[in-house]
């Protein structure tokens, strides 16, 4: 029984690495790193919680056993005004270090890519107060309906997204001042930024002890 047990675990560990995958609609951030008159190069990370299986362990452990996804499918970029463009992505997607502070060692799924400016229906503009983070990402996109965000009970909103153009943001970013006055990346404003999609918070940032 306990042999059976064992190999029913190890089967499923190894499916997920073969075949894991973000949750449907799963929604992240997109940093402007690069202009040229042609193309934007960009970054972008979803919070680790996206993964499909990120409950399986703790973020080390994943991290040791799993450090990169393989995603085929789009990258949906999008804003308050809707859709901006599509990404037929087939590359890997790195499981990357991001912070370290009293909560442990976090990771979350990163990778860069870059657009044609002639690709996108309007164009990307960086907030420098939020490390220029300048529209939302959506991957696994499914055909349910995205939760609302109710962006008026949050402080400091700095962005929103709408993607199905419904008139109900499906995210925001938003701030607060970080406590300890500890916060990495520029500006250094010690801003803590927070993705919010639908009733869920994400620390986006890397700050505090």
């Known amino acids: 029984m306990r042999r059976q047990l064992f190999l029913t675990v190890i089967f499923s560990f190894f499916c997920f690495i073969a075949f894991g995958q973000f949750k449907p609609n799963s929604i992240g951030v997109c940093y402007l790193q690069n202009e040229t008159i042609d193309q934007y190069s960009l970054t972008i990370s979803l919070p680790f919680e996206t993964l499909s299986s990120e409950s399986y362990q703790p973020q080390s452990a994943f991290k040791?056993?799993?450090?990169?996804?393989?995603?085929?499918?789009?990258?949906?970029?999008?804003?308050?005004?809707?859709?901006?463009?599509?990404?037929?992505?087939?590359?890997?997607?790195?499981?990357?270090?991001?912070?370290?502070?009293?909560?442990?060692?976090?990771?979350?799924?990163?990778?860069?890519?870059?657009?044609?400016k002639n690709k996108l229906l309007r164009k990307l503009s960086e907030v420098t107060d939020i490390e220029n983070i300048c529209c939302f990402v959506l991957l696994n996109q499914r055909n349910s309906q995205l939760e609302e965000t109710k962006s008026s009970t949050l402080p400091s909103v700095k962005l929103k997204g709408d993607f199905d153009r419904d008139g109900k943001y499906d995210c925001a970013i938003w701030t607060y001042k970080d406590a300890a006055d500890n916060c990495d990346g520029k500006p250094d404003n010690n801003l803590m930024i927070m993705l919010q999609v639908g009733k869920e918070s994400y620390k986006i940032r890397c700050c505090g002890p």
């Open 64 to 116: 040791e056993v799993i450090d990169s996804i393989t995603y085929n499918g789009q990258i949906i970029l999008f804003d308050n005004k809707g859709e901006l463009g599509r990404i037929d992505y087939k590359e890997k997607i790195l499981v990357a270090f991001w912070c370290e502070n009293d909560g442990g060692i976090q990771y979350r799924p990163t990778f860069k890519v870059t657009i044609d």
